[in-house]
């Protein structure tokens, strides 16, 4: 049997970073701004605006890109 050698692709540590900041910040939408606006009595539309502004932010953080079309991700899509 032959075995066929992969090159594997090196991260770069700006991926890395990227990835982190973005994963924080998704962290943060999910589970931080609910809880800050429950203990600040906001409104569940005014949360749900800062969740959707974090989680544009942690999806153009980890793909790089800024199309400046203003339409939400498809992953983020409430359909």
Known sequence: ??????????????????????????????????????RLGLGASLTGALRIALMRASSKVCSGSDDNSGAASSGFSCH
């Open 1 to 38: 049997m032959s075995q066929e050698l992969v090159p594997v692709k090196k991260v770069e540590p700006q991926e890395h970073s990227a990835m982190l900041l973005g994963a924080g910040l998704a962290v943060a939408s999910m589970i931080l701004v609910p809880a800050v606006a429950m």
